[in-house]
């Protein structure tokens, strides 16, 4: 039973360009939640969503920042011309309805 | 929505001394209190929760406590080793912001041989 998987682990993107994020949950989850964590600080919720449907998006930025999960297919984080500022680690996370949240290893996003 | 605030920042400890975090919580509806470990350049890791309808749960040498009333809980570490320095987060879950989880801003831990 294969953890959270995301992809890619580390994303070198210039100014300007997209970056996209991918995460699939455990099997099983239908529940996957976005975080952020920025070198030595905290998680800040980014996004969670269920199949097909965003729950609360309270702390994705109003531009440029976008999440969907598919019927079929893996979480996508999506972050249109990045900016030197978005450079952080992301995670993902899955879980049942009531249950624990698992993580994945993170993307570590890197903006030149 | 829910706020979570974790004191201290930074735990330093001898080896074989207990380690005690606390975290406090803004929404009286939360339900669900989760610890993670995070070891540098890792994945935060599930090492105890706590449901609020339990005032505390044990697991070898970690323990979580709940006081609702207060909205505060707290993890213990006892005889902590070397091998449990890392940065340890709280989280809240439930009530309005029912599904995500809310963490506070995590807690160095070192101990020292």
């Known amino acids: 039973n294969a953890g959270v998987m995301q992809n890619p682990r580390h994303l070198v993107r210039r100014r300007g360009q997209e970056a996209r994020l991918r995460c699939s949950p455990m099997?099983?989850?239908?529940?996957v939640y976005w975080y952020r964590q920025l070198p030595e600080e905290g998680l800040k919720f980014m996004v969670y969503l269920q199949k097909e449907n965003i729950i609360d998006e309270s702390g994705m930025p109003k531009e440029r920042f976008s999440a969907e999960f598919p019927k079929e297919g893996p979480s996508i984080l999506r972050i249109q011309q990045v900016v030197r500022g978005d450079s952080a680690a992301y995670f993902c996370?899955?879980?049942?309805?009531?249950?624990?949240?698992?993580f994945g290893q993170g993307t570590r996003l890197t903006v030149v | 929505g829910e706020n979570v605030e974790q004191h201290p920042s930074t735990l330093s400890v001898q080896e074989g001394d207990s380690a005690v975090i606390k975290c406090t919580y803004s929404d009286s509806a939360s339900n669900y209190f989760p610890w993670y470990k995070q070891e540098l350049g890792k994945r935060p890791q599930l090492i105890i929760d706590i449901r609020s309808n339990v005032g505390e749960k044990k697991d070898q040498r970690i323990a979580v406590t709940l006081n609702k009333t207060a909205k505060h809980f707290s993890l213990h570490i006892t005889e902590t080793q070397p091998e449990d320095s890392a940065v340890y987060f709280c989280a809240a879950r439930g009530g309005t912001s029912y599904g995500k989880l809310t963490f506070g801003q995590g807690t160095i831990l070192t101990v020292h041989p």
């Open positions: 996370a899955s879980s049942l309805r009531d249950g624990e949240a698992f």
């Open positions: 099997k099983g989850h239908s529940h």
